[in-house]
């Protein structure tokens, strides 16, 4: 079990990130990754892939929090006052102020503007966005929704953005899509300095 350099037990924190599987074992665990949701941990997985980042060579975990208002809880069992981990963080524009209410510094803190299926539909562009849809087999359902009454006047980047969260599962599966799509050099900066990060 990890303890803390004051011989804290890392339950509590083990706890908090139970559905965490980047690595089942906690005992080279030193620093965290908080993020909002599943999605944005399909895409850091993905992203660290992409840039040969060895996330669990580095002892790093990434927990997805079930929502950025949480993040206060999640710092304290796993950061300097709990499981004694570095802590980072991805979040949306409209979130960092939890983040910052919950100590961590600036600079371990990525935003994503205004979140990160955003950041995501800007690095590849609509084209490559709707070839994305095409080879997971639902740019059928986009067109079908695109012509919903709501949705008919909207901007093709809004439909796509609405789009990705309208079935359960299917902001998880494209944050690990869309973001499988882009190269080393085109990831977004949030996801590149998050991964680059290294106090």
């Known amino acids: 079990m990890h303890r803390t350099r004051e011989g804290r037990s890392a339950t509590g924190a083990q706890s908090c990130a139970q559905n965490v599987s980047v690595t089942d074992q906690w005992t080279d ?3 965290a990754i908080l993020v909002e949701g599943a999605s944005d941990r399909a895409a850091v997985l993905t992203a660290a892939r992409i840039l040969e980042v060895d996330l669990a ?13 949480s993040v206060r809880r999640f710092a304290a069992d796993l950061g300097s006052s709990g499981a004694g981990l570095r802590l980072r963080g991805l979040c949306d524009v409209a979130e960092v102020r939890f983040f910052e209410r919950a100590g961590l510094p ?15 539909l800007r690095a590849l ?3 490559r966005v709707e070839a994305a849809l095409e080879r997971e087999g639902d ?10 009454p709501a ?28 973001t499988a799509a882009l190269g080393p050099g085109e990831l ?10 290294s106090h």
Request: hydrophobic content about 45%.
């Open 188 to 197: 977004p900066d949030p996801l590149r300095g998050l991964l680059a990060w």
């Open 57 to 69: 060579a580095e002892g790093t975990i990434v927990v997805p929090m079930g929502g950025a208002m």
């Open 29 to 31: 665990v030193s620093s």
């Open 151 to 178: 949705q008919r006047t909207r901007a093709l980047e809004l439909q796509l953005h609405r789009f990705l969260g309208t079935t359960s599962g299917r902001k998880e599966h494209y944050g690990a899509a869309l």
């Open 106 to 120: 600036a600079d371990a803190v990525f935003v994503c503007r205004p979140d990160l299926e955003g950041e995501l």
């Open 125 to 127: 562009g609509h084209a």
């Open 139 to 148: 740019l059928r359902l986009f067109r079908m929704f695109q012509q919903q």
